[in-house]
């Protein structure tokens, strides 16, 4: 009789082990899904859905495959930040020392501008057609960027986290609707047939090096991920350890892969083969999709595209001007630091809020300033921006790979000799991405 009762107490005694750490896991979910929302953006709306419309399904394993490559570039942010409570930004401190935290600002910054400007931009662009909103772009870009500020004013980290993860989920639905939507039109061969060109040609490399370099997103959102595992941190009052850190930023990096999949499909599925001049502008581009939908497959169709495109621009222009304000604070706090100093980044992370709001507010000004006024230019800006990312892209994969391996991690909290081996293997064909895209600019 005695061990008929034991059994029950043991299940029930495993069943509330069990639920802490269910919990546990539950409550390191944030950072991961703002990655997400951040690199799900104009890469995979446009890029990605262009290299659908030209080539069918004949890119989709390399765009795979790329963005397999560079997982441990944006992995080594979390882990830092697991290990050892301190950004990398923090971490290139104290591997290299202040001037190359200074040289990395110096750099960055205007680009973050230059971004938020762009994603702005063509989430107005986007949101004005599908609404039938009569504002000029401009002006519904600053709209827009006002809107996502008050939220991230309104509650910081925990609001910026839950209203993401709504959109993450708005649109993941649609995209995945719109996508088996697209199926039955795709014509799933290695490389089509109708491809506009064949697979070792000169414009397919151009449309490779495009596309690959920049997927799933430029390298310096490692280092926000790495601020917003902190900021978890903090809100949580308590440290996520690694496999809570892993799983979290796994569930987020899978996920922008299986999106990006998505859109090439819809691309595949509707766009190819239509032998129509595809438009060159992100906004004229979105645009066509839906009206493609809703020429192909009903005016329904239309509104789930248009959801999803609008939802997954919008969640990237609140997740940079939450994340990228983060990176500025930690990089003039790290130049200010002093250089024996042994705290730990997060525990100043909760006094950071002024900081933080008024880094936002000054990259908000500075790119309204560019759609205002620079407009003209613009191309020239966004030039400059991808530019820029194509040749740190290596550099900061290396900085990684040599802060996660440095002295301020202990020998037992450093990645394993696979890891490494597979971060080398990235830092190699980000370097050769790099090469081929400046040749491509500048000597094709």
């Not at 450093?414 to 050769?432: D, E, K, Q």
Request: with cysteine; aromatic share 10%.
């Amino acid at each position: 009789m005695s061990e008929q009762h034991s059994q029950p107490s043991t299940s029930s005694n495993a069943a509330r082990a069990a639920s802490p750490r269910r919990s546990r896991y539950l409550a390191a979910m944030g950072p991961g899904f703002l990655f997400a929302g951040a690199a799900i953006g104009t890469s995979h709306v446009v890029q990605a859905t262009r290299a659908g419309a030209d080539y069918g399904t004949g890119l989709l394993a390399f765009i795979l495959l790329a963005i397999l490559i560079k997982y441990p570039c944006f992995y080594f942010g979390p882990l830092y930040a697991s290990k050892t409570g301190n950004s990398l930004v923090e971490g290139y401190r104290q591997t290299f020392g202040k001037s190359v935290v200074a040289l990395f600002g110096l750099v960055q910054i205007p680009v973050f501008a230059i971004i938020v400007a762009a994603i702005a931009i063509t989430t107005a662009g986007v949101g004005g057609n599908l609404l039938g909103i009569g504002l000029s772009g401009p002006t519904l870009a600053t709209v827009l960027i006002v809107a996502c500020c008050v939220i991230i004013y309104a509650g910081g980290y925990a609001i910026v986290d839950a209203v993401n993860k709504l959109f993450i989920a708005i649109l993941s639905v649609t995209t995945l609707i719109a996508t088996a939507l697209a199926l039955p039109n795709v014509d799933w061969s290695f490389y089509p047939s109708t491809a506009v060109s064949p697979l070792l040609s000169h414009t397919t490399f151009v449309t490779l090096v495009a596309v690959l370099g920049f997927m799933p997103s430029g390298l310096s959102l490692s280092i926000v991920n790495s601020l917003w595992s902190l900021a978890r941190n903090d809100a949580n009052g308590m440290r996520a350890d690694s496999r809570q850190e892993r799983a979290d930023f796994d569930i987020g990096y899978i996920g922008s892969a299986l999106i990006a999949a998505c859109f090439v499909i819809m691309g595949a599925g509707v766009l190819h083969s239509q032998n129509i001049n595809l438009a060159t502008g992100s906004v004229g581009f979105a645009s066509q999709v839906v009206d493609l939908y809703v020429a192909t497959l009903g005016p329904w169709s239309g509104f789930v595209v248009g959801i999803s495109i609008f939802t997954v621009l919008l969640t990237t222009l609140l997740t940079v001007l939450d994340g990228f304000p983060r990176v500025v604070v930690a990089v003039f706090e790290s130049l200010g630091r002093d250089e024996a100093s042994p705290q730990p980044e997060q525990v100043r992370v909760g006094q950071r809020q002024g900081a933080l709001y008024l880094a936002m507010a000054a990259l908000s000004v500075l790119a309204v300033l560019i759609l205002y006024f620079l407009m003209s230019n613009f191309w020239l800006f966004i030039n400059f921006a991808m530019i820029t990312s194509a040749v740190i892209s290596p550099l900061l994969a290396a900085l990684n790979h040599f802060t996660i391996n440095g002295v301020s991690v202990a020998p037992s909290d450093r990645p394993s000799a696979l890891l490494n081996a597979w971060s080398g293997l990235a830092i190699v064909t980000l370097a050769v991405l790099s090469l081929c895209y400046l040749y491509v600019r500048f000597l094709s």
